[in-house]
């Protein structure tokens, strides 16, 4: 093990070199303890080793003592012992060798490249991770030690084992890296923070420096008269409606101490908080450069087609002349090869029945079995017999020669499947193999072969599960089986004269063997009797079988090699087959090695993984010998990785007597069978060399020889030549078969008459595959004879070598460059992996996202790595793959032990790993994503440009024939309207009128969550009510005319009986939500607010909340002392009010309404008697309201159109409302519905939350609705109030769910309003239905309307905000330039109207914001100087086909968003509610979501419904969907509990709120993921 800093072993001198190995040797060999190794190993080294700067001495004491001790390998560290232990030998065996071929050449060159790295100061921010979450899995308890399952195809252990030789090497300590970046990186803060979850210790302000104020402001925001930043913490069950106390950027007013207190950071975030030192140390990361030069960006058009980058100008490209296709050497004629496999059988069971043909192994390794050619040959014939005559009558027989059958056989009983096999052959049945019974997949295959009977052991078939009465179960899309036990006692003997069928073989099917694509279906590969003769001629003529020789099968029987030598060209040879179950191997993974020395066998049938096995239990066993095997085929010696375990093994086992010239890599595929092989050397002769290859050619699907770097090199042995009988060529492996050039990587083709037929059943995918003729590059065939396509990538080499670099199953093309999935696996455990990855299993795949193949790697992690252990191999693996392979992982997850789905032999299924990935329900317990890294092909960030003169824009729109997009309603001076009304110009006058005139008639009902009436009001109980607080006013609260007053009550009659008390008393009144008692700190502190900001002289209330405002708990979160004076309402004195106030004028203040918005601003407006007056009349107009209709409204009555629906328009027009407090469908959702059905309401009022209760809790419950008698047939209009885009999906979802109960899909309609003006558009009774578009997304980010179809992609359905209110007119604008915009152009809705509020209520007046918002004029084209209020909200208008009430053409109003939630990003317009819609529909276990902007960084926030495992699957699709859907790129995921994203009381999301509880790390998230 070199010392951390060592000069590398190759550079001391030679004297000490050799004592170096002299001591390896003595280790070795046991002969010195590890510590006496160590000591004297230090004592030689010392005078080379220059001492560490900085690094602390345990840490490189401890990299220095990572070599476990040999003679106890536990689990972790048996794969590095092995590698370890057979470099020791290398001393001795092969010092002709030339060095480069060592195995841990590709581990050297992955240290190097992260050596490489560590200069690059960079530190990742380390996802924050709930503790409780994700406990671990404890691994498989019974797995061998460690041998196990890793992958069985794959073969990753081998790798592992050639790769981890050199990790302790050169891998200095483990730390190093991160640390060293983090010394060195600007946030000194981050590294605690990322290395253990401590506190940072507090940044120099540089956020505050690089981002000193993030809101993008396109218009100005009304002013936040707050001061506190208080956030609150928000409970985990979200109190119905919360509006939290605001805390965003303090405009309007200065307090002084409480801004002081925040450091000025961006938006006023401590500086202090972990998660901003986290996203400072993400931006850091993602200012470096990023690779791809600037032309592959391309311009974002306005159509937006994603080009495909241009390829590099330097790329390598072929330069060879076209290669012509090469023969193998002819199939000699041999006097005695049989016509058929089956005469073979017949000739050896009748002439040599005595003979051994195939020996089983029981667990521990013992020979249990062995079937000898007479008994094969004697029961194969029973069982032929058997299945033609036996299964059904004799006219009627089940089977019928060229039936196909299933075989299900385990894999540790070979005899029972061999009879199997031959008794299908001779009964001219086709057997299919499969595996192990129950896969789906499977059953697709069986199904496209028509298969209906299956044979299998009576063990087997006991093992299978039952149905209650015994039958075998129905699996999951499998046909219908009949199961027929093969064992000898269920067998008929065959009468003497019967005799089976045995012909020439022809080209009619013989076995149909499976396989797996890429995509994880099965297919059947169907083999020709003639094409199963001549391949078992190829292999004995290649391999040079000779009679009774006997051969070790390590491998799968059913399928591939393990049944071409062992079953097949076993029988036509007559050899001996020893088969060693893979259930055998993971007890005794030494068990081959002892079979092969005690039968002195000639032949060992392998894989790369049995090699890794054997080296790793080899100590066990020092006396076995090899010498007896003249091949070692090795049967996955196509795999790339495979040279180094052959190396390895033969280094450790040549003292063992192993010939290096038996060693004999093999390429296989299903459908062309063997493809070549390496034939056994002559001993002596030079051993075959080797391709050294650069990796950055090959993903150009070039051969260059590596010279340059060798970091990213990639050495690969030859497969030997082509077959006997056979030819070869290489063609392009995509688009039409055309020749290679000679230096260039493409699909192995073969001819021959052994291969595969075609793909059973599937007559497309056939023609593709197995009748392919090559084209030159001039398009011209080449030949007749058609090739097999055979799935693996190479090429033909010097002396007509051939060389396989890979699959075409494990293919990864990114952006045009060609990568193997086996490499980035190998690179992958390279990387110091033994601590962090359980038993070397990684997959790798790629998934299409945004125009792209990304590549995801999945690791299984070891039960005892720890958090920080992964998450640095993670960073390590994105480094090393990055330098040499040269492309970006767009995914890195670790999953826990064992999870990952397996193939029947333990190896990882890539398909369906891939398919839980995409599916989200891979579980991983740690994730790194890279977009920002990978993803290259984003359009340009759109560069605004100089806005066009408003005039300019009026004059294009005359000349193009199009409108001003403006809107108005009817007008209000041709509507009569009651005389009696229009004399009193006030609320006050009115109410006093009726309860002259109708003192009795009843206003208000309230119910509780019984539907009980609890309180009602006639017009003549509300004046005496109003009159006696009045009183009370003056008296107790000696208030004057003018004075504000704080109403904070429940929802009910007393709310609105102490509203026009102060009215009565010349008070302004201002509605306030009390606090909820269970959430005070959280809730009080914006009452505290609104009461200081509205400089309120009086607070009305009730004893239950007076006691509540002066409680021990609420001095906890407020100054209780100084409260002004609080007057409880509950006992009034019976005193008569002197004289009731009248205003001096209608432009007079009649009460303020304040409210959080969503961005968390708090404002109040004024609004004066004139402008309720005026709003109450154009509703009772709108919704045809008069004193005899009831009306029912579930809604806060605290602001907006909410509080004027509850308290006033009953009031103006005389009609009944009958209140529904929200709260109290909470504890009774069938309220609302019960209520408007039973009064048989025709027009309802309330808000999304209201109607998203009812469609979640009512959804599933319509019969019982219908059960209760429940009706909505009455109902006209059931509006939604809201102040947003209209949410359709919910609408129509509620619309079609009650639809059973009678409502009308016409009925439910949304209003409009905005702080500017409450009520700006409401459906109404009369006018067209509400009218819906579907709008471009991609043209909205752009600021413009483009209509499409519906379907049509990233369309986005936008709904009609109800019709304008009488009165009132709306006109489109530039928000920048303030001129008119055309008929469906996007642009702030501005509003004329004599109910809009007369302007912000402030401490100081800023006389510029509110001529801004309330009293502003067009920059252009309006002679009349109209005075407009600014809503802040984009929309447009557009003229329709329909009809108005006017008789003119309906103009209908939509609503896009609110402008101050708009992320700016990349140029581009987002809303956020946009996003939100693709995030939630991602995954079923998303809740709820909501995103917002952070320094350029998009944060998205998704609240997780189901167990806390599935966390982390959300953060892939999250990033997927954002970037598929909008082409942004999610900088953090935080994943959080339901009801963490806070909501007020309109059902609007409070992201600003989430953003400051966020970034102040108040959110307790179970995960925060930070995309690199």
């Not at 329909?1442 to 896009?1456: F, I, K, M, N, P």
């Amino acid at each position: 093990m070199a010392e951390p800093a060592a000069a590398g072993v190759s550079s001391l001198p030679r004297e000490v070199r050799e004592q170096l190995a002299e001591l390896e040797l003595e280790l070795s060999e046991g002969d010195i303890t590890q510590k006496g190794y160590e000591k004297k190993r230090a004592k030689l080294l010392a005078p080379y080793v220059p001492q560490t700067q900085g690094a602390d001495p345990a840490l490189q004491k401890e990299s220095r003592t990572q070599m476990p001790v040999p003679s106890a390998a536990p689990a972790s560290a048996a794969a590095a012992s092995s590698s370890s232990s057979s470099k020791f030998h290398r001393a001795r065996s092969g010092g002709a060798r030339d060095e480069r071929y060592r195995s841990d050449i590709h581990t050297e060159a992955v240290q190097a490249a992260l050596a490489k790295h560590k200069e690059q100061k960079m530190a990742l921010p380390m996802p924050t991770k709930r503790r409780s979450t994700f406990v671990q899995s404890p691994a498989d308890a019974c797995t061998p030690p460690d041998t196990s399952s890793a992958s069985e195809d794959e073969g990753s252990l081998r790798r592992q084992a050639a790769l981890s030789a050199a990790l302790h090497q050169s891998l200095q300590n483990a730390e190093s890296w991160i640390n060293r970046s983090i010394q060195g990186s600007s946030t000194s803060s981050s590294a605690s923070s990322t290395l253990s979850h401590g506190e940072g210790k507090g940044t120099s302000g540089s956020l505050a420096d690089v981002f000193a104020n993030t809101r993008i402001e396109s218009f100005s925001v009304p002013p936040d008269v707050t001061a506190t930043t208080s956030s609150s913490s928000s409970s985990s069950t979200r109190p119905a409606a919360i509006d939290l106390p605001p805390s965003g950027i303090v405009k309007g007013m200065h307090k002084g101490s409480n801004r002081s207190s925040l450091m000025d950071t961006a938006d006023g975030v401590p500086v202090s908080s972990r998660v901003s030192t986290k996203i400072q140390q993400l931006l850091n990361t993602l200012k470096r450069p990023k690779r791809p030069p600037l032309k592959e960006f391309f311009v974002d058009d306005f159509e937006e087609i994603v080009e495909v980058p241009q390829p590099d100008p330097n790329q390598p490209k072929p330069e060879g002349r076209q290669m012509t296709p090469v023969k193998g050497e002819p199939l000699g004629v041999v006097c005695n090869w049989p016509p058929a496999l089956e005469a073979a059988l017949q000739r050896w069971g009748t002439t040599q029945a005595k003979c051994p043909c195939l020996t089983a192994l029981d667990v521990t390794g013992k020979p249990v079995y062995t079937l000898t050619y007479g008994k094969l040959w004697s029961r194969s014939l029973k069982l032929a017999y058997t299945l033609l005559n036996k299964l059904g009558t004799k006219n009627e027989p089940v089977l019928k020669p060229g039936d196909r059958v299933a075989l299900v056989y385990p894999n540790n009983d070979p005899v029972m499947f061999m009879v199997a096999f031959y008794g299908c052959l001779l009964a001219e049945v086709i057997p299919v193999p499969i595996e192990d019974a129950g896969g789906q997949q499977i059953g697709f295959l069986l199904g496209s072969c028509g298969i209906a009977l299956a044979l299998t052991t009576e063990v087997c078939l006991k093992g299978l599960p039952k149905t209650q009465n015994g039958e075998i179960v129905q699996f999951k899309g499998w046909p219908r089986l009949k199961w027929v036990v093969t064992d000898s006692k269920y067998l008929s003997k065959s009468p003497k004269d019967w005799q089976p069928n045995i012909s020439a073989a022809g080209t009619e099917p013989a076995y149909i063997e499976y396989k797996t694509s890429k995509e994880g279906s099965v297919m059947g590969v169907t083999v020709s009797r003639v094409a199963m003769l001549s391949h078992c001629q190829a292999l004995s003529q290649a391999c040079n079988y000779s009679e009774g020789e006997t051969i070790v099968n390590v491998l799968d029987f059913k399928k591939d090699a393990g049944l071409w030598h062992g079953i097949l060209t076993n029988v036509m040879n007559k050899l001996h087959t020893i088969s060693v179950p893979y259930s055998v191997m993971k007890t005794c993974p030494l068990s081959w090695v002892q079979r092969v020395h005690a039968h002195k066998a000639k032949v060992a049938l392998v894989k790369c993984r049995d090699l890794h096995w054997a080296m790793m239990a080899h100590r066990d066993q020092r006396d076995v010998t090899l010498s007896s095997l003249r091949m070692l085929i090795v049967t996955d010696g196509a795999n790339p990785w495979s040279v180094s375990s052959c190396d390895a093994f033969l280094s450790l086992f040549q003292s063992h007597g192993l010939k290096p010239e038996a060693i004999c890599p093999c390429a296989t595929s299903p459908e062309a069978m063997t493809i070549a092989i390496r034939r056994p050397g002559v001993p002596g002769a030079p051993l075959p060399g080797r391709a050294i290859l650069s990796m950055n050619g090959l993903s150009f699907g070039v051969i260059r020889v590596n010279t340059e770097d060798k970091n990213s090199a990639l050495t690969v042995q030859d497969v030997g030549h082509v077959m006997p009988g056979g030819m070869m060529c290489i063609v392009k492996p995509d688009g039409p078969p055309q020749l290679c050039k000679t230096d260039e990587i493409g699909e192995i083709c073969v001819s021959s008459r052994a291969g595969g037929m075609m793909y059973y059943g599937l007559a497309g995918v056939t023609k593709n595959t197995f009748e392919v003729i090559p084209v030159t590059s001039a398009g011209s065939p080449v030949g007749e004879v058609p090739f097999v396509r055979s799935g693996l990538l190479g090429f033909v080499g010097p002396g007509s070598l051939v060389f396989v670099v890979g699959k075409m199953d494990g293919l990864l093309t990114v952006s045009g460059r060609r990568h193997n999935a086996d490499d980035i696996v190998a690179t992958g455990l390279a990387v110091e992996s033994i601590k962090t990855v359980y038993r070397g299993r990684i997959a790798v795949f790629s998934v299409s996202v945004f125009y792209d193949e990304r590549i995801v790697v999945v690791a299984e992690q070891r039960p005892d790595a720890s958090e920080e252990d992964s998450f640095q191999w993670m960073s390590r693996v994105l480094q090393a793959i990055d330098s040499i392979h040269q492309v970006g992982v767009y995914c890195l997850a670790l999953v826990p032990a064992n999870t990952l789905p397996k193939t029947p032999l333990g190896g990882i299924h890539i398909s369906q790993t891939k398919q839980h990935f995409l599916e989200g329900s891979l579980h991983p317990c740690n994730i790194l994503m890279c977009p920002h890294t990978c993803v290259t092909n984003l359009p340009k960030p759109r560069q605004k440009q100089p806005g066009v003169g408003p005039a300019s824009v009026m004059v294009g729109n005359l000349v193009a024939g199009k409108r001003i997009a403006q809107a108005s309603g009817r007008d209000l001076g041709q509507i009569e309207d009651n005389d009696l009304v229009k004399k009193h110009q006030f609320l006050t006058e009115v109410l006093q009128w009726r309860a002259q005139a109708t003192p009795d008639h009843p206003l208000f009902l309230l119910l509780n969550a019984k539907g009980t009436t609890v309180c009602t009001a006639t017009c003549l109980q509300l004046h005496k009510k109003a009159e006696r607080i009045a009183s009370v006013l003056c008296d107790k609260g000696h208030l004057n005319a003018g004075d504000n007053v704080v109403l904070l009550y429940p929802p009910g009659i007393e709310l609105i009986s102490a509203f026009y008390g102060c009215l009565y008393a010349g008070c302004v009144p201002v509605t306030v939500r009390p606090p909820h008692a269970q959430s005070l700190s959280a809730t009080l502190p914006t009452v505290r607010m609104i009461v200081e900001v509205s400089k309120a002289a009086c607070i009305l209330t009730t004893q239950t909340l007076m006691r509540l405002l002066r409680s021990r708990e609420a001095a906890a979160a407020v100054d209780v002392k100084t409260w002004p004076t609080i007057i409880d309402t509950d006992d009034l004195p019976r005193k008569r009010l002197s004289q009731i106030y009248k205003p001096p004028t209608p432009e007079m203040l009649a009460y303020l309404d304040f409210s959080v918005s969503t961005t968390g601003m708090l404002t109040g407006v004024k609004m004066s008697h004139a402008a309720v007056s005026g709003l109450c009349r154009a509703i009772k107009l709108q919704c045809e309201l008069y004193s005899s209709r009831q009306i029912a409204i579930c809604l806060d009555p605290y602001c907006g159109l909410g509080f004027v629906l509850w308290c006033l328009c009953s009031v103006y027009s005389g009609h009944q409302s009958i209140l529904i407090p929200p709260m109290e469908l909470e504890s009774n959702l069938f309220l609302w519905l019960s209520t408007v059905s039973q009064y048989k309401i025709r027009d309802t009022f309330c808000s999304y939350s209201v109607m998203e209760l009812c469609t979640k809790g009512l959804g599933n419950q319509v019969e019982m609705l219908k059960a209760r008698g429940i009706n909505l047939s009455c109902v006209r209009t059931c509006v939604v109030v809201a102040e947003e885009r209209p949410r359709v999906s919910l609408t129509h979802s509620f619309s079609k769910l009650f639809k059973d109960i009678g409502l009308s899909s016409r009925a439910v309609s949304t209003t409009f309003g905005s702080r500017v003006n409450v009520a700006i558009c409401l459906q109404g009774t009369s006018g067209p239905d509400p009218t819906t578009v579907y709008v471009d997304l991609k043209s909205l980010r752009h600021d413009r309307v483009r209509l499409v179809e519906r379907g049509a992609p990233q369309s986005l359905l936008l709904s009609e905000s109800g019709k304008i209110l009488p009165g009132v007119k709306v006109v489109i604008v530039n928000p920048e330039t303030k001129g008119p915009l055309g008929d469906s152009h996007l642009g702030e809705i501005w509003v004329n109207s004599p109910h809009t509020a007369s302007g912000y209520y402030t401490i100081y007046d800023n006389e510029t914001l509110q001529a801004d918002h309330f009293n502003t004029r067009l920059s252009f084209g309006d002679a009349a100087q109209t005075l407009w209020a600014r809503t802040g909200y984009l929309g447009f208008v557009r003229r329709t086909e329909l009809t108005a009430a006017s008789g003119e053409r309906h103009d209908a109003l939509y609503v896009v968003g609110a402008l101050d939630e708009t992320l700016e990003l990349r140029g581009l317009r987002y809303h956020p509610i946009d996003i939100e819609t693709s995030v939630s529909r991602t995954h079923r276990s998303i809740a709820e979501c909501a995103v917002f902007t952070w320094t350029n960084l998009l944060v998205v926030v998704v609240e997780l419904c189901g167990c806390e495992q599935e966390a982390l699957d959300l953060v892939p699709l999250v990033t997927n969907v954002v970037l598929e859907e909008h082409y942004l790129i999610v900088g953090v995921v935080v994943v959080v509990d339901p009801g963490v994203i806070p909501i007020n009381s309109r059902g609007e999301k409070q992201r600003m709120h989430l953003r400051d509880s966020f970034l102040a790390d108040q959110l307790d998230p179970i995960y925060v993921a930070y995309n690199m």
